[in-house]
């Protein structure tokens, strides 16, 4: 079966500090992969996505990166956090051909 | 582009109640529609979805929801709930071909169940 490991499940962070957070997926292969955000009753936004190794799409502009530096390996990134890139950051994966995404447990990220 | 509404930010209920949470979508092109269940400081767990076919589509937990097309809905139902159900659940659109499962989400309905 597929398992989505999200780290870590909370953070505190500094405003100007760097930000690195990992998600993996576990028994599949070439999966699509999103990272989303989920702001207080915002509902959640689709920050990136990748098809593949190295392909990265951005849907909002923002402080943050994405990359995928193996298939089954997506990271969000910052350089410098602001207080608003505080949130529930919500990393997910699909099939190809199907329809559903499956969703890790989310980090909640507290810029401070 | 898709989008999604959920007009009720919020729905109180009283337990062994019924309850519907409404959810409509705007999309120049066929989609899929879903119903996802998050729990306090979780991910979120796929309650339902409408691929082709019934319109009336049953979901884990006693869910229901139905497709009305002409309506442009997908209103999730369920009619007795429990306090466990208490929960955010949000509505999702994407399109049926291509899209890459790129998912559209409303901006969730809190349904707190009372006793």
């Known amino acids: 079966s597929q398992t989505i490991h999200q780290w870590p499940a909370t953070l505190v962070q500094p405003v100007g500090s760097p930000l690195s957070l990992e998600c993996t997926v576990e028994g599949t292969s070439n999966p699509n992969l999103y990272w989303y955000r989920q702001a207080a009753g915002r509902g959640l936004q689709l920050l990136f996505y990748s098809v593949g190794i190295g392909q990265i799409s951005s849907e909002v502009p923002q402080n943050l990166s994405a990359s995928r530096p193996q298939d089954r390996q997506f990271i969000l990134s910052s350089k410098k956090l602001l207080l608003s890139d505080s949130g529930f950051y919500l990393c997910?994966?699909?099939?190809?051909?199907?329809?559903?995404?499956?969703f890790g447990q989310g980090t909640r990220l507290t810029v401070v | 582009a898709q989008s999604v509404t959920q007009l009720d930010s919020q729905v109180p209920v009283f337990e062994e109640a019924p309850v519907e949470l409404r959810c409509n979508y705007s999309?120049?092109?066929?989609?899929?529609l879903f119903w996802y269940v998050q729990y306090p400081n979780q991910g979120l767990q796929l309650l339902l979805k409408?691929?082709?076919?019934?319109?009336l589509v049953k979901g884990i937990n006693g869910f229901e929801a139905e497709f009305n097309k002409s309506q442009t809905s997908f209103h999730l139902r369920k009619p007795s709930v429990h306090i466990s159900d208490t929960a955010e659940y949000f509505c999702a659109v994407r399109e049926a071909t291509g899209g890459g499962n790129k998912l559209t989400f409303g901006t969730g309905t809190q349904l707190k169940v009372e006793l």
């Open positions: 409408y691929l082709s076919g019934s319109t």
């Open positions: 997910a994966w699909g099939r190809r051909l199907n329809t559903e995404a499956f």
């Open positions: 999309s120049s092109v066929s989609v899929y």
